[in-house]
């Protein structure tokens, strides 16, 4: 940060917030942030609200779920930095929500280059338009149309990004991205859990140049929209469970599978202050028919590992959730994972999630090297394999390999 910043501007403090937390280190990135007011894209929404670490919602359906956002700062950083779009750069992004990424991507590549940003609804690219507009934004613009499709009057791009979620690589787009190009992409691994990915072309596939864990609000009204069943369980308490169409589950069954007997099994493997979940969650994800679900809520006798929820997996109409106990060895304090499952079958599925956890750990858990991802789309596909096919995520139009390095 330069000497004549401000900490009592807001969008000052914000960015050196992302600074200091490793979420922002690019300079053009950083003074986008500094220069773009946050607040001025979010009108009616009180200042605490819009610089806290969370998302806002902007808009809601007809059933009270959020369908458009502008995502947590931290987000917004982490996905800028993987974009690395330089001056004189021609944008594409999927999800134009408040036009507050266009913004500060508009100031990243000035001078000379321009952003497009799609919305589906009209009153979102109106809005978009005005905030940007208002800002001053001279070279970013809102356009209706689906992001999955792109702008193919305006190709090619030197940089694509979605800021909305997809289950599977929108393939109409990657013609439309330039030689040399990048795109960044959240897009679902298998159930609940997704990463952001930073492709670019390996010769006839694709390779990952950046890949952080991050969820979005979903594509919508369009060519791959990734549909979702929210999946509310019977009886006391707001649990829910996030279902997705490739996974084959009985949903009927799990409403009321909390109600049922449950078996609780821990695993001996120990987290620590800091730990990170995402890689027990990927290889989960990975090894497990149905992957992870999101299970989020609160209801008694429910013993989520976070205070939000769970993770759980899922096997026809029986459900096996992650579950958390403290102790204290003489490495100080650790939270022991445990499983606990539910259902006909929810024994046997919280017996082969455990010894899956073991395995994980056995492998190296979190102290092994991080995984590397690649993809191909179409006829490529055939040329991306793995020694262990559970690695092997195919989707109708993608295939994603992940590559676990073993420690030693």
């Given at each position: 940060m330069t000497a004549s910043t401000d900490p009592t501007n807001p969008?000052?403090?914000l960015a050196k917030r992302l600074v200091d937390s490793g979420h922002l280190h690019s300079q053009a990135a950083i003074d986008a942030f500094r220069t773009t007011d946050r607040h001025a894209f979010l009108p009616g929404v009180d200042l605490a609200s819009a610089y806290k670490e969370d998302a806002v919602p902007i808009k809601h359906d007809e059933h009270g779920e959020m369908i458009s956002c502008i995502s947590a700062p931290s987000i917004v950083a982490t996905q800028l930095e993987q974009l690395g779009a330089q001056p004189g750069h021609k944008v594409l992004e999927a999800g134009a929500a408040t036009g507050y990424n266009a913004?500060?991507?508009?100031?990243?590549?000035?001078?000379?280059?321009?952003?497009?940003?799609l919305d589906v609804d009209q009153d979102l690219v109106a809005g978009a338009n005005k905030h940007l507009a208002e800002a001053g934004v001279d070279n970013a613009t809102a356009v209706m149309a689906d992001g999955a499709a792109g702008l193919p009057e305006h190709a090619p791009y030197d940089r694509i990004i979605?800021?909305?979620?997809?289950g599977d690589v929108p393939v109409k787009i990657l013609d439309q991205l330039a030689p040399g190009g990048r795109l960044v992409l959240p897009m679902r691994i298998r159930g609940s859990i997704s990463r952001s990915f930073a492709f670019e072309r390996d010769g006839d596939t694709w390779k990952t140049v950046s890949c952080e864990m991050a969820t979005f609000i979903p594509l919508r009204k369009g060519v791959c929209n990734d549909v979702y069943t929210l999946v509310p369980m019977a009886g006391e308490g707001n649990v829910r469970l996030?279902?997705?169409?490739?996974q084959d589950v009985?949903?009927?069954?799990?409403?009321?599978?909390l109600d049922q007997q449950q078996t609780k099994i821990y695993t001996g493997v120990k987290f620590r202050q800091g730990s990170p979940w995402e890689w027990l969650y990927l290889y989960l994800t990975c090894v497990l028919p149905n992957g992870l679900s999101r299970l989020p809520g609160q209801r008694p006798g429910f013993i989520p590992h976070f205070g939000w929820g769970s993770m759980a997996a899922l096997d026809a109409g029986s459900l096996a959730y992650l579950t958390i106990r403290e102790g204290q060895d003489e490495k100080g304090r650790?939270?022991?994972v445990g499983v606990i499952g539910h259902g006909e079958g929810g024994g046997d599925l919280a017996e082969r999630v455990v010894s899956e956890i073991r395995a994980w750990d056995a492998s190296g858990g979190n102290n092994a090297p991080e995984p590397s991802f690649r993809?191909?789309?179409?006829?490529?596909?055939d040329?991306?394999?793995?020694?262990?096919?559970?690695?092997?995520?195919?989707?109708?139009?993608s295939r994603l390999v992940v590559d676990w390095a073993r420690k030693g």
């Open positions: 969008d000052e403090a913004a500060l991507i508009g100031k990243i590549v000035s001078p000379g280059g321009q952003v497009w940003t979605f800021t909305v979620g997809a996030e279902t997705f169409s490739e009985d949903r009927d069954a799990l409403r009321t599978v650790y939270w022991e993809m191909a789309t179409a006829d490529s596909r040329r991306l394999t793995a020694d262990d096919a559970r690695f092997v995520v195919d989707k109708p139009y």
